[in-house]
């Protein structure tokens, strides 16, 4: 059978009328009424019922019509997806985010996607420090990622999509708790809730940086994989952790947050593999420009 002459029978069957469905098809009417014999023939029974007057579909003709429209629907939706495809209207993301960008920067990219490219997939991977998702760009595992420079990998492009300051999480009776602000000074003999030292954080580096201007080496009492477990260990009342400021998006029983003084901020990047040309990665970098996601040099610090 030709997929042709499932085309043509559905013409005929939605018009009833070989002369118009030959003129919807921009075709001449006796090869179309040839074409349906032919299909007839092959599947060895009438479709169609016809008269000087009219053409009705009979009940082998009801039933194959039924078939017909949907595999052609079927057809018509797979040529449509693949060609968004091909022009990065539609695929799977894969975006890799430190803990706390996927308090604020995360509904914020995703939410922008599902508006700006409703055919793409996110396939999202938290709690992901920096030198995590560059093995991730360059082992081809993700696809962006929303990390804290420096980037120490070569051939990863990053542009600045934000800079937070870092705030202070304490327990809720926590001597600081009831404090508007809090200076690095005053932490001076607590026990720090961080990230491991093997992995890398940008934020455990500032923090130190931070700490060591204001005199003192922060005590480490807990070392935490994710910020989720940092935050639970301050709810628990075990120590106090030095976060970006996007963890006020989620609050947490327990935790209260402190503005800090002394101004400590770490900057956010979208960053990408240099060699990537797939047509999905330009559109969402187009779409980040067109609505102004990215930080001008200035904004970013440079």
Partial sequence: MEFRHLRYFAAVAETRHFGKAAEQLHMAQPPLSQAIRR?????????FSRTTRQVALTG???????????????VDEAVA??????SGAEGVLRIGLTGSASYRQLPALA?????EMPHVMLEVHTEMLTPAQEAGLIERRLDVGVLRPPVRQEGIAHRAVATEALVVAVPEQHRLAEADTVRVEQLRHEDFVMYGAALGSVVNDTVVRGCLAAGFYPRPAYEVTETSAALALVAAGLGIAVLPDSIRSAPREGVRCKTIED?????????????????????LLTVLERNHLFL???????
């Avoid at 593999?273 to 999905?280: A, C, H, Q």
């Avoid at 001008?296 to 440079?302: L, N, S």
């Fill in 39 to 47: 299909l007839e023939a092959e599947l060895g029974v009438e479709l």
């Fill in 60 to 74: 082998a003709g009801e039933v194959f019509r039924t078939d017909a429209e949907r595999i052609l629907k079927a």
């Fill in 81 to 86: 997806r693949v060609a968004r495809f091909a």
């Fill in 111 to 115: 939410r922008l996607v599902k508006r």
């Fill in 263 to 283: 101004a400590l901020s770490v900057r956010l990047d979208l960053a990408w593999r240099e060699d990537d040309d797939s047509p999905l990665l330009r559109n």
């Fill in 296 to 302: 001008d040099e200035v904004a970013a610090g440079h």
